[in-house]
């Protein structure tokens, strides 16, 4: 009997970011032609239950799919690469969203020619509101690069940039989500401090948030120009700024921002290099 034909996408790796794009791909398409593949057998188990979709292991992954999805954390990178590539061909694409792992790496733990996109998905996939960022690796063509942006393009917006700027991308919309619910935590905060009720402060807090993310991608306004037209003279607003600049919130978001794209650069660098 012939080998069945390779078809749609195996999601290797089964964790947070894993089940955030297994889950919008499915809302959008079903279940069908999607493989889910996980080192952990409860785990995978959890997964073909919540989503209807065959868990298998790594050479039935290759087999049948055409697409491999790699999404194990950087430092588990190489022990997966090792045990792929006698099972991966140049009639595979190969999507990695391990953050920080160069194109290259990955090109080099893999049989010669194999195609690989590198990409950095975020949570809000969840939502149908992703950002992802692609960028192609030696042996990724035109179409592989379309068939990449298609499958994330189902969870939220996608971006093409050249590789060298993917560490920036994963300190800002990788990572970003956590800085804007670390933000919206601490006003919430807040509202307990001024006595408001803990759900009544997280609805209007998240519904503001809301609104800011709308007026800031729809509006055609800079922020600054909207934060002015908040910025009531003598007003509350500016009573605010005026502490958050005192107290360096500016100058620490950049110094975080920062230190996410020195840990990227550093998760790329093979686990026998330093670390
Ligand atoms: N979380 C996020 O918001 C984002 C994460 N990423 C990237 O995605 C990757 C995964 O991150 P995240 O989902 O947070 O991490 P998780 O630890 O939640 O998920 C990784 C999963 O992969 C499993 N795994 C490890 N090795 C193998 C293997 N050989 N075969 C099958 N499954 C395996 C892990 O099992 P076990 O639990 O046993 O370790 C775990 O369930 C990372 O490289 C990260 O940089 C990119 C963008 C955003
Ligand atoms: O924290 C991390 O390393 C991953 C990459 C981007 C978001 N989460």
Redesign the pocket.
């Known amino acids: 009997m012939s080998a069945p034909a390779r078809r749609g996408l195996a999601i290797?790796?089964?964790?947070?970011?894993?089940e955030a794009l297994l889950s919008g791909l499915i809302r959008r398409g079903g279940p069908d032609g999607i493989l889910v593949?996980?080192?952990?057998a409860a785990?995978a188990a959890e997964l073909a239950e919540r989503y209807r979709v065959p868990a298998v292991d790594?050479g039935e992954a290759a087999v049948r799919a055409r697409v491999l999805l790699l999404?194990?954390?950087?430092q588990?990178i190489d022990?997966?690469l090792e045990?792929l590539a006698e099972h991966v061909d140049e009639g595979h694409l190969v999507v990695s969203?391990?953050?920080g792992v160069p194109t290259a790496r990955l090109e080099a733990a893999l049989p010669a020619g194999v195609p690989v996109v590198r990409v950095?998905?975020?949570?809000p996939a969840l939502v149908d509101e992703g950002m992802s960022v692609l960028s192609a690796g030696a042996h990724a063509g035109e179409a592989d690069l379309d068939e990449a942006e298609a499958l994330l393009a189902a969870v939220g917006k996608v971006r093409r940039v050249p590789e060298s700027q993917q560490d920036a991308v994963t300190a800002l919309s990788?990572s970003g989500p956590a800085y804007f619910f670390y933000l919206v935590e601490a006003m919430v905060d807040a509202g307990i401090l001024l006595g408001l009720p803990r759900t009544l402060a997280f609805d209007l807090i998240v519904q503001t948030a809301l609104g800011a993310a709308v007026m800031m991608r729809d509006s055609g306004e800079h922020p600054v120009q909207l934060r002015e037209a908040v910025s009531s003279p003598g007003g509350t607003t500016i009573a605010a700024i005026r502490e958050l600049e005192k107290h360096g919130v500016r100058a620490a978001l950049m110094a975080a921002i920062e230190a996410a794209h020195a840990r990227s650069v550093e998760l790329g660098r093979r686990s026998d290099e330093s670390r």
């Not at 290797?12 to 894993?18: A, L, T, Y």
């Not at 593949?37 to 952990?40: A, G, I, L, M, V």
């Not at 999404?71 to 950087?74: G, R």
Request: charged letters at 25%; hydrophobic letters at 40%; a positive charge.
């Open positions: 290797i790796g089964g964790g947070k970011i894993g593949c996980e080192r952990s785990r790594l999404a194990v954390k950087p588990d022990a997966l045990r969203v391990a953050a950095m998905p975020n949570t990788g």
